[in-house]
């Protein structure tokens, strides 16, 4: 029989013509052992069962090449298994699950790709990519030297693509938000989200066909080198190849073929939004979300109060986020001796946002130095807008509202057990207070409140270990309500029970559309029920 189908593309439909050919060749040819055909290549199957092996328990290295030298040792001598991880890892390349290893500056300056493929020493810091010692690098490194400095992993997402597609159940699998999920008009998927609807509008070619991939990006524990070193804002650097193979997606659209109906189409995919913690959001957007003018929504218009005790900015006048004429607003003691007459800012769109950025030019790396005179609240102009379609999306970066909450469940906890570094009701918090001259009756140091909880509280260090992001969703949106019944004056308990009840409104899994004023509204009373019945001075521990 013909073989030549080996050799090409494993995604290809001559490969998948060979493998039907070849399955109906061995019905008719191969023994039938109990209703299976085994494959002659011991290798493939060997090699590629024990990387599944590693992969589903989670062996290193080390021990997954300590395990293939004890197998091949007890095997005959003429056994051609893997001897090594890295030898195995082979074996998944022709899978279509490659990976690309690309040299980096040290600096975090440019990849060593395209117009600098061939460059020894960085263009903008001048460091040698490669090695003198484990350590340290220079800008006199020889260029024989074949230790690199830095290197960036990147996972291709095409090929990965057409492997998705490849599976004719996964490929039936992607159409599901289209023809096989409930339509109530309740928010239960990112299809009944508005964005998705205005993509549908703006794009209509490429939403006829629910085969097209809008995709999330998530960088949570995510770095795209080995090292404690973070990138921070230089994130644009190692995030160009991904950008080049969205780009090929949108612009020029690559071939795919789908098992499921047994036929080629050209996808198309996009970032849909990317959801991330408050401090990879500003990295990833290009705003400054450190200092006084944090929030992204009010921008320059951010309101503030630099502590004098406390050396914490903080933020205030929650009253403007109120519906208009709600009972709040006239509240003037009670919160900031402030009448509040003006509305809510409204955010930016994109293209606002490229019309903020789009002029400023920014030199990646750790070596170069800022600009203290150029104090702009953009950073720089996000890699993101290479992207044609980024304009366009009303929402392009989320906040992950999983680490919001332990963030906030972090800071509650802490005040309420009194937790020695973490409680926010101290005395520098009250001493705040008299500079400010407002909240008289917290002038005086208070006590706190104390609990015992044995399964989360250690009692030689007064304070709370081990709490995972899931532990304090339970403990938010389950235990917290209730354990503050009798320690809590009323007014505080009420306050603190709204906001659990949000974040579990938040973190439903269905949502009617129509409550989300009525939830944006009620963080808005929240803010202002914290700011005069509870936490002194008003709640930083939401920014914690």
């Given amino acids: 029989m013909d073989r030549s189908w080996i050799k090409a593309p494993r995604i290809s439909e001559v490969y998948q013509k060979g493998v039907d050919d070849f399955l109906q060749f061995a019905e008719q040819n191969a023994p039938l052992l109990a209703a299976k055909y085994f494959r002659p290549c011991v290798k493939c199957v060997n090699g590629r069962c024990l990387v599944n092996l590693k992969a589903r328990f989670g062996l290193s290295d080390r021990s997954f090449t300590e395990l293939l030298v004890l197998l091949k040792n007890m095997l005959p001598k003429d056994n051609i298994l893997s001897k090594s991880h890295y030898e195995a890892k082979k074996i998944l390349c022709p899978v279509g699950m490659e990976y690309q290893k690309i040299r980096a500056c040290p600096n975090d300056c440019i990849l060593y790709k395209n117009e600098f493929a061939e460059m020894h020493n960085c263009s903008t810091c001048g460091v040698s990519r490669y090695k003198i010692n484990d350590e340290e690098c220079s800008n006199g490194a020889s260029t024989s030297n074949t230790r690199l400095a830095k290197v960036c992993w990147y996972l291709p997402i095409l090929p990965r693509f057409k492997r998705l597609f490849a599976s004719a159940y996964n490929a039936k699998n992607v159409r599901w938000h289209a023809n096989g999920r409930i339509m109530d008009g309740l928010l239960r998927h990112p299809t009944d989200s508005p964005q998705w609807k205005t993509v549908d509008r703006l794009y209509p070619e490429f939403g006829e066909d629910p085969r097209n991939l809008r995709l999330g990006l998530a960088s949570d524990g995510m770095n795209p080198f080995t090292g404690p070193k973070q990138s921070g804002?230089?994130?644009?650097?190692?995030?160009?190849?991904?950008?080049?193979?969205l780009r090929k997606l949108w612009v020029d659209r690559v071939d795919v073929y789908d098992a499921n109906v047994q036929d080629t189409f050209r996808l198309r995919a996009m970032i849909f939004c990317a959801v991330n913690e408050f401090p990879p959001d500003g990295n990833l957007s290009g705003?400054?979300?450190?200092?006084?003018?944090?929030?992204?929504?009010?921008?320059?218009?951010?309101?503030?109060?630099?502590?004098?005790?406390?050396?914490?900015?903080?933020?205030t006048r929650h009253k403007r986020f109120l519906r208009p004429n709600h009972p709040y607003q006239r509240l003037k003691k009670a919160i900031n001796e402030e009448n509040e007459i003006q509305s809510a800012p409204q955010p930016l769109g994109g293209h606002d946002v490229y019309d903020w950025v789009k002029d400023i030019i920014t030199i990646f790396g750790k070596t170069q130095k800022k600009d203290a005179s150029a104090k702009n609240i953009w950073k720089k102009r996000s890699i993101f807008f290479d992207l044609p379609y980024l304009c366009d999306l009303h929402v392009r970066h989320c906040l992950d509202v999983m680490?919001?909450?332990k963030n906030v469940c972090d800071g509650l906890i802490g005040t309420l057990l009194n937790i020695m570094g973490k409680t926010k009701d101290g005395l520098k918090c009250h001493q705040d207070l008299v500079h400010l001259v407002i909240r008289d009756q917290l002038h005086p140091v208070s006590r706190g409140y104390y609990s015992n909880i044995k399964s989360l509280v250690s009692i030689k260090d007064l304070k709370l270990v081990g709490l995972k992001p899931h532990d304090c969703h339970v403990l938010m949106q389950q235990l917290l309500p209730v354990a503050i019944r009798g320690i809590c004056p009323e007014k505080v308990r009420v306050s603190i029970t709204r906001l659990c009840f949000f974040f579990n409104a938040i973190g439903s899994k269905v949502i009617d559309p129509q409550q989300l004023d009525n939830l944006e509204n009620e963080?808005?009373?929240?803010?202002?029920?914290?700011?005069?019945y509870s936490l002194p001075p008003p709640p930083h521990f939401l920014t914690s």
């Fill in 523 to 532: 963080a808005s009373i929240i803010l202002c029920e914290l700011e005069m």
């Fill in 233 to 245: 804002n230089d994130i644009d650097v190692y995030l160009s190849p991904l950008i080049e193979d």
């Fill in 287 to 315: 705003y400054s979300v450190k200092g006084h003018h944090a929030c992204l929504i009010c921008e320059k218009n951010t309101c503030y109060i630099q502590l004098t005790h406390g050396k914490k900015t903080i933020y």
């Fill in 403 to 405: 680490h919001v909450e």
